[in-house]
């Protein structure tokens, strides 16, 4: 009331003395001083403007309709701190901040941005506005124990909301165990502060009072202040370098001022301090530190400089009733950081990042800061640090063996490059032109009795079929395309048709042969070339339908398959519809065991030249082949898959197949042992067995 009126006595509801011709109060102390005194000077319509209180509630123009701020939207600094912390990827931090009204409103606008862009709080300090101990004791060994959370907290960053007032505590709290470990009966735990990264708001002046001396500053060493916009001022430097005691008449503040920043006294003051010093009047303020006293133009101090202006420009808008109106620019922004980049940023982290190939795990009751890293399940990866899951690679690409990038995968199939399919085309070549010289063999010594008692069509039919399966089996070998596609099952499949069926007319030929020396007997009519021929040519029409109803309806393709083998792309050909393909294999499977059969039936047939024995041995390894090829054709990828049917194809034509089984006693008597290629010698070995 001082402010309004000469009186020193104040009676409510009266005015007392002269009243005082108060146009303006500038002013920026908290929310309750800055709120208390809008109640009372908007009794009397008289504007207070504030350089310093952000506080939102503040911001009510019904209820505080002469209360003007000159300091930018308090918003602005939460969405700077989150940003700062994000961009130096600090995720567990601590929270300093007053127990009042603006305090609760900083931590329910802060925490949840924090917990949005995935940043945790460690711990909450709310300082006491207010406190009564009833003694020193009392209070040193309550803000012994609050101060546990901020020097034992793994979290290395600490955001403080507060005012001035919150660095002086702030201090206290830090140093405290030190004068703790001083007092008697009381069990001091050394702790330390060194590493913590203080996150200060605008509203805290970062500057020391000068009991603080004793404490030092280089706890705060490194801090982030957020900070108004400002200008440099013209003259403000020579104005401060002319602030002098002896120049200030009726301010006492200088006075108290010189007395607190460089430590002395003045003769004529009324201090009770002792110092032995006697302040001069000549000491320079440009030499004493900037925590205590700075030089330059701070965002306080150059929101009062506007304020003042603001006052000022009102005042003489008001006496010259000009009806124009200037705007102070002070701005709606915070000023970008100038941080000094840091060789290596410190972190402030619950636990170590999840490097890649990991991803997060959340512990149970924990914050979700908090976390264990698992590793990537097979197939997939994590290509960044702290991923909160693992991903699978792009469709044609694999993890690598630490599972942190991805690895195009190699397109897979049995070139002609490969040392395996050179041994199998050899293998293929070779039988091939072994197959052509039993031919020419056979064709050349047509006429001896052993070729014209083995039926030299069907012998011809047979070797012809074996040399196209050896050749056929080329077709697995390369790239696969369409034309190969469609080629390679059919291909095989009719023509091993027509192996098979000769093999089968081979045998029942013997058989019928057999019946028919009976007299009367009714296979007499059936012996002769009608009969195999028939058989051949029925048995691979069949065939031949179940190659063109499967070319017809669901044909092979060329596909590639991503996912069999996991480095690898497997170019193969897609079988179109796998029920006609097993058709075709099935088939080929009942004439083997139909020649089997029957083979084994008539292989003590009294006949000097009945094959029955050579084409029993020859069917048991040909289905003994096949049968052992299926699982394991079924159970094999890629190239190996195509490895395992050409060795079928090849083990069971040639070798110990058929080629070898039923023509190489021939070409032995043939070639080796002229003498028994005879009918008589044929005869004679007859009636001795």
Partial sequence: MDLLFKSHTFIPNYECGIRKGLIGIIGGLGLDTSSHMADLSSLYKIPQISYGSFESALKDRTKFPPFYRMVPNEALQYTGIVQLLLHFRWKWVGLITKDDESGEQFLQTLEPMLSKNGICTAFIIRDQVNIHFDSLLH???????????????????????????????????????????????????????????????????????????????????????????????????????SISPALANKNGFIKDFWEQVFHCTFSDSISTTNLNEICTGE??????????FEMSMTGHSYSIYNAVHA???????????????????????????????WKKPPFSLCNDFCYPGYSKKMKEEEKFCCYDCAPCPEGKMSNREDMDYCITCPEGDYPNKVQDQCIPKIPSFLSFADPLSIILA?????????????????????????????????????????????????????????????????????????????????????????????PGNIFQKWVGKRLTHSIVIFCSLVQIGICALWLGASPPFPDLDMHSLTAEIIV??????????????????????????????????PDTFNEAKFITFSMLIFCSVWLSFLPTYLSTKGKDMVTVEIFSILASSAGAGLLGCIFTPKCYIIILRPKLNNKDQLIRRNKIK
């Fill in 139 to 241: 209070l040193l060994q309550d803000s012994y124990s609050n101060s546990s959370d901020l020097l034992e907290s793994k979290a290395k960053l600490v955001v403080v909301y507060g005012e001035t007032a919150t660095i002086l505590k702030l201090s206290i709290l830090i140093w405290l165990p030190i004068v703790m470990a001083a007092l008697p009966d009381f069990q001091y735990l050394e702790r330390t502060s060194a590493g913590k990264i203080w996150v200060v708001t605008a509203q805290i002046d970062f500057t020391f009072s000068m009991f603080q001396r004793g404490f030092g500053i280089q706890m705060f060493h490194g801090a982030l202040s957020f900070t108004i916009q400002k200008n440099k001022i013209p003259g403000f430097q020579v104005f401060l370098q």
């Fill in 283 to 292: 000491e320079r303020v440009d030499i004493v530190p900037a925590p205590f």
């Fill in 311 to 341: 006052l000022a420009h009102a005042l003489h808008m008001k006496y010259t009733s000009r009806p124009r109106h200037r705007a102070i620019k002070y701005g709606d922004r915070l000023d970008s950081l100038n941080v000094e980049t």
């Fill in 426 to 518: 050899f293998m293929a070549l070779f039988f091939s032109l072994m197959t052509a010289v039993v031919l020419a063999i056979f064709i050349k010594y047509q006429d001896t009795p052993i070729v014209k008692a083995n039926n030299r069509i069907l012998s011809y039919i047979l070797l012809l079929s074996l040399f196209l399966c050896f050749l056929c089996s080329l077709l697995f070998i390369g790239k696969p395309n369409q034309v190969t596609c469609l080629l390679r099952q059919t291909a095989f499949g009719i023509i091993f048709s027509v192996a098979v069926s000769s093999v089968l007319a081979k045998t029942i030929t013997v058989v019928v042969a057999f019946m028919a020396s009976k």
């Fill in 572 to 605: 193969q050909c897609n079988e179109g519809s796998v029920t006609l393909f097993y058709c075709v294999l099935g088939y080929l499977g009942f004439l083997a065991i139909v020649s089997f059969t029957v083979a084994f039936r008539a292989r003590k047939l």
